[in-house]
Each structure stands twice: as structure tokens, then as C-alpha cells.
């Protein structure tokens, strides 16, 4: 139930398109979900963020859409650029549980010119 | 400049030898937190300390020990009941508030020949 389960594990997309990772969670306490950005070599860093009292998240090219019924939550990346190439990780966490963040198991993007 | 300080960022033991990883920040944070992290499965968590002088157990800490005797500093050993110690360790802080939001270090790479 402590579960985070994020798809795809690879995903390339062309330069201009759009990038989309998916996640889906069980565990109906989890009341914070960000997503995080990672390059070779350095550790993650926040990219945005969602509560479950929005259903949708946009900051410039990158947009959380939130389903509360269906439990997921999914990362889009509009017009992809090749320096968005990294790993993404979905997370999930409860107020209630010392704010321990839930990690999927990362998409590595490539982003092709 | 704030933030998060690992070290080493390479690491290299032999079998049998306990390993202590490095990790001090400036933040001001009162959490902080020890992730591993293997290919394709994520970052998961080793031990976690909320206050100065407590930690509590993640949920792969077997084979690990830590201590917290200053706010700034959390370090990390790889003890030799570790069985698989070979991994990219993460350490993190939080800051007080309702965000969540987790500050990361550059990671320290550990390969046990």
C-alpha cells in the first residue's frame, strides 16, 4: 500500500513534442505528490508539486494533472527540449508520516533534436 | 552558498570493511534523510532523523547505522552486514512548514570491489 508506481521506465521523445510519465498510488492518506528531476551525476531536485485539493499543477512547460478517484497522477512536459533529458521520479507522502517521501522508480527521459 | 554537502563522491572498499559517508548542511533544517539508490528501482529510505539526538529506521536499514549529534551533520555507515553495499547514496534535508519539499546532495557513489 506504501507503493508508488510509475511508467514508463524509458521514454524518447522529438524535440517539441510532449512528454508524459505516469503514476499511481493506493495509499488514500498521501496528501502531497511532487515530482523530481534528476541529471547523471547529481541528486534530484524538486520540479513541482501537487495537493489533492487541485486537480491540475502548471508551471511554464511543466503541468501536474492530479485523479483523486483513480489515485494517479501524471507529469506532462510540453514543447521538449534536450536539455529536459534526465530521470524523473514521481513521489508521494503523508503529513501524518514525518513528510517520508515514497519514490517510483524513475523514467529516463531522452529528449532526441 | 546553502545546501547540501556529501562526501566522499567516490567511494571504494574492499568486502568486509565498514564504510562512513559524509553529509553536513547549512540549511538550518531540522530533518534529515539517507535514501539509496539502485537502477530501476528508485530512491528508497534508509534512516530518517527529525530532531538532534533521534533517528528512526527506513525501509531498508538493515546493514546500516547512523548518528545524530548535531543538526548539521548526519552521517552514514555502510556496516560489512550490509550484503549488497554497491549503490549511489542520496542524503537529504527538510525545512519546518507543510511542504515536503526534500533538498538533495550530490550523492556519494559507493562500489565495494
Known amino acids: 500500500q506504501q507503493q508508488v508506481k510509475q511508467s514508463p521506465q524509458s521514454l524518447i521523445v522529438q524535440k517539441g513534442g510532449i512528454s508524459i510519465i505516469n503514476c499511481a498510488y493506493e495509499?488514500?492518506?498521501?496528501?502531497?505528490f511532487p515530482w523530481y528531476q534528476q541529471f547523471p551525476g547529481k541528486g534530484p531536485a524538486l520540479l513541482i508539486a501537487i495537493r489533492p485539493d487541485v486537480s491540475e499543477k502548471k508551471e511554464g512547460r511543466f503541468t501536474i494533472s492530479f485523479n483523486k478517484s483513480a489515485k494517479q497522477f501524471s507529469l506532462h512536459i510540453m514543447d521538449s527540449q534536450p536539455g529536459d533529458s534526465a530521470t524523473y521520479f514521481c513521489a508521494a507522502s503523508s503529513s501524518g508520516g514525518y513528510n517520508k517521501l515514497i519514490f517510483g522508480a524513475g523514467t529516463r527521459l531522452a529528449v532526441h533534436p | 552558498d546553502g545546501g547540501i554537502t556529501q562526501s566522499p563522491k567516490y567511494l571504494f572498499r574492499k568486502e568486509g570493511q565498514n564504510v562512513t559517508l559524509s553529509c553536513e548542511q547549512n540549511l538550518n533544517h531540522d530533518a534529515m534523510y539517507w535514501y539509496r539508490q539502485d537502477p530501476g528501482q528508485g530512491l528508497r529510505l534508509i534512516y530518517y532523523?527529525?530532531?538532534?539526538?533521534?533517528?528512526q529506521k527506513g525501509d531498508i536499514a538493515e546493514g546500516y547505522s547512523v548518528s545524530r549529534e548535531k543538526k548539521e551533520s548526519f552521517p552514514l555507515t555502510v556496516t560489512s552486514a550490509q550484503k549488497n553495499p554497491t549503490a549511489f547514496y542520496l542524503c537529504?534535508?527538510?525545512?519546518?512548514?507543510?511542504?515536503?519539499?526534500?533538498?538533495f546532495g550530490e550523492g556519494s557513489r559507493l562500489t565495494v570491489l
Open positions: 495509499n488514500t492518506a498521501f496528501d502531497y
Open positions: 532523523s527529525q530532531i538532534v539526538n533521534d533517528f
Open positions: 537529504a534535508s527538510r525545512g519546518g512548514g507543510n511542504t515536503g519539499e526534500l533538498f
